[in-house]
């Protein structure tokens, strides 16, 4: 790399777009690794401001740039997830993860309303599904990291090491154990396509509408739960129902003290899921995990500071 500049300052910077190709990655891997779209832009920023604080000549001493992105992109959300933790101890209520739309339906929480930057978007696939981001949040900041970095993004331990500041065998382990984590949150009945668990979350979406409970019932696994994010902005429950005759009479309520509410079937984190608007404005995204032909857990996010993307107005 011959010359160095921020972007857009007139300069010419033959390396520069290389650099900003690995934009893209370093979102999907922050996302992953702090469950926040926001966390993970200032973890990007941060890490680019941190590569222009260099001069040219250190610049060019460093073999693999994208390498070095990761690598520090990937330790500033090691710090952060050691003190998320005390933070999320003082969140009102249950923290959920920030809830992804599909890249069609991305709208900027930016003034304006312009469309998201496509190197800004995470790639869906299931390393974000719900159920799985919410499994990550029970592991410890180490696991976590190197989970990620091995099993999703396929780094070699060698390098995780590096990262992680512990040895390939320390890392391994905590892959190891993280993988027994999302082993034990799975559970062992019939996995359920994409198309019948769209069937099953538009079945709940028009039993909601209908106040029906009993439809409801009938849709929900008997230890359900649904869980609420509503940050101490909004109302949310803030504990997790349990049982689906609970979960079921919970959801009617909310119908009924709503009559104008729109439910609408959107992908959220990939997977089908359900928004609900008042007024054209998103007020909640709900995650349904559905396993064989029940569904499992809800997760509703009505935190407005995690619905930024989904802001239609």
Not at 150 to 176: K, M, N, W
Not at 261 to 276: H, K
Request: charged share 20%; net charge negative.
């Amino acid at each position: 790399m011959s010359t160095s500049s921020w972007p857009g300052d007139g300069r010419l910077d033959p390396g520069l777009s290389a650099i900003m190709s690995e934009r893209r990655q370093l979102i999907n891997l922050a996302y992953r690794l702090l469950g926040s779209m926001a966390d993970a832009e200032d973890v990007v920023q941060e890490t680019y401001a941190r590569w222009y604080a260099m001069s040219p000549q250190q610049q060019e001493a460093i073999e693999s740039p994208g390498g070095w992105l990761t690598t520090v992109a990937s330790r500033i959300c090691l710090d952060l997830l050691g003190s998320a933790r005390a933070r999320r101890e003082s969140y009102v209520g249950e923290w959920i993860p920030e809830p992804l739309p599909d890249r069609t339906e991305w709208i900027s929480g930016r003034s304006g309303g312009t469309p998201i930057d496509p190197a800004d978007r995470v790639t869906l696939d299931e390393s974000v599904h719900m159920a799985f981001l919410v499994v990550l949040e029970s592991m410890t900041p180490s696991e976590r990291v190197a989970f990620i970095l091995h099993d999703v993004f396929r780094y070699p331990f060698g390098e995780v090491a590096e990262i992680v500041g512990r040895t390939p065998a320390a890392c391994r382990q905590l892959a190891s154990s993280a993988r027994r984590r999302i082993r034990a949150s799975q559970s062992p009945s019939t996995s359920t396509s994409t198309a019948q668990h769209a069937d099953i979350v538009r079945a709940f979406k028009q039993a909601w509408e209908a106040k029906d409970v009993t439809a409801l019932i009938g849709l929900l696994d008997p230890d359900a739960t649904a869980t609420g994010d509503g940050g101490g902005i909004v109302s949310a429950a803030t504990r997790p129902i349990e049982g689906n005759e609970q979960v079921a009479r919970f959801f009617t309520d909310v119908a009924g003290k709503a009559p104008n509410m729109t439910i609408l079937e959107r992908s959220v984190n990939g997977q089908p899921g359900l928004v609900a608007q008042q007024d054209g404005v998103t007020v909640s995204v709900l995650a349904l995990d559905v396993i064989g032909d029940r569904i499992k857990h809800i997760w509703a996010v009505r935190n407005p500071e995690k619905l930024r993307p989904w802001m239609t107005t």
